[in-house]
């Protein structure tokens, strides 16, 4: 009988990731090793011993912050890529040739899906406008979209859920992340953490301590508190409320600030007029906060929210705006969220169709994160 990994061994690479600088990359390791959690120790063995040994040359590079990269260090690090990548048996020839199969199907599927989805909810938007005695055409263009984006995202991500293995398509998402952050690297792409703290001090010295250093470095020290908070989703227009889930985002109330700064993934600043649906609170320190403000100036620069972006990357589950304040929350040192994407909450539609379709058809739970590995390995050998 397959037996999973140790509580040891899962712990010990928890500690190794966690000991790399805040960066993108290290998401996406936490994300890999949480994926393999329950899988058959024997045969991913090799794959976490790479992880570890991946993660270990990642904190040496990234705690340099060099602002020349060693091409030396940087093949080193792809070649353990590529090792990982084998160890994950994610790659081998059967599965690129099923994955070309089943994505060519899946775009075909998906185009299908977005034609009917748009006409339907053309249909649907304009039947909710004679309703509401509202505006026909803004119904009909809120209907389209969103059956659009809807119906594409069911045809392209169904045929995946259906004939591929799940701990395959997760770690197929970890390594196509990881190669997309090492190609980062060594183009250039991204500059050290340091540049944007740099750039987060010198707003808050200027906005909210009147350049005065000394009143700084006393707000680094202190504890702060922060929110995190979730509204009603509503994606192109305020009449999808409901229908959509909920969007997170951070607030956080600093010194001399009539509105709170927000870190969040989305189209437009977030009206905190509106009524929360969730909320958590968390206490850390000053200097943590500014260390969230910098990483999340950073992914502005490498995840750049937009419609486009939106329309045709964007996977609820995978890169939604939950994905996005986890991975500020889980890089810089603190635990996932708890607040739930869809809580039960919405209308019949979103609860029952929306929210049905969004949580079976995405490759990772939203609690992925949730239990402790330690936890998570001791129970799974006590069943086995």
């Excluded at 949480?34 to 990642?58: G, M, V």
């Excluded at 589950?317 to 909450?345: A, H, M, P, V």
Aim: charged content about 25%.
């Amino acid at each position: 009988m397959p037996q999973c990994f140790n509580a040891q061994e899962i712990q010990g690479c928890l500690i190794t990731i966690n000991k790399i600088p805040t960066s993108e990359i290290k998401y996406y390791l936490l994300l890999a090793l949480h994926s393999i959690r329950n899988a058959d120790a024997a045969e991913y063995r090799d794959f976490l011993n790479e992880l570890n040994k991946l993660s270990n040359k990642l904190t040496h590079f990234l705690l340099s912050e060099n602002t020349t990269f060693s091409s030396t260090v940087l093949k080193d690090i792809y070649q353990s890529y590529q090792k990982l990548c084998e160890f994950s048996k994610a790659n081998t020839t059967t599965i690129a040739v099923r994955d070309v199969l089943i994505n060519l199907g899946a775009t075909l599927l998906a185009i299908l899906g977005g034609v009917l989805g748009g006409i339907t909810g053309s249909v649907v938007g304009l039947g909710r406008s004679v309703w509401e005695l509202g505006n026909p055409l803004s119904y009909l263009k809120d209907g389209a979209i969103t059956g659009f984006a809807f119906g594409a995202a069911i045809g392209f991500r169904a045929p995946k859920k259906i004939f591929k293995n799940e701990l395959t398509r997760q770690l197929k998402f970890c390594l196509n992340q990881l190669e997309h952050c090492l190609q980062e690297m060594q183009e250039q792409k991204i500059k050290p953490l340091s540049y944007y703290k740099d750039k987060v001090k010198t707003r808050l010295l200027k906005e909210c301590f009147n350049n005065d250093e000394k009143a700084y470095k006393e707000f680094l020290d202190e504890d702060k508190k922060f929110q995190i908070v979730t509204l009603r989703a509503q994606f192109v227009s305020e009449q999808l409320e409901g229908y959509l889930g909920h969007h997170a985002c951070i607030v956080l109330s600093l010194t001399n600030q009539q509105e709170p700064e927000l870190i969040e993934f989305s189209l437009g600043k977030s009206d905190l007029r509106r009524k929360f649906t969730q909320k958590e609170e968390r206490i850390v320190t000053g200097e943590k906060i500014v260390e969230m403000m910098a990483f999340h100036q950073l992914l502005q620069e490498t995840q750049t929210c937009s419609l486009q972006y939106i329309l045709t990357k964007m996977k609820a589950g995978e890169n939604d705006c939950f994905r996005y304040i986890e991975k500020i929350l889980l890089c810089t040192g603190q635990k996932t969220i708890e607040l739930k994407r869809f809580d039960d909450s919405e209308n019949w539609v979103g609860r029952n169709i929306v929210g049905f379709f969004v949580k079976k058809l995405s490759p990772f739970k939203q609690n992925i994160f949730e239990e402790e590995p330690d936890q998570l390995a001791s129970s799974t050998n006590q069943r086995n």
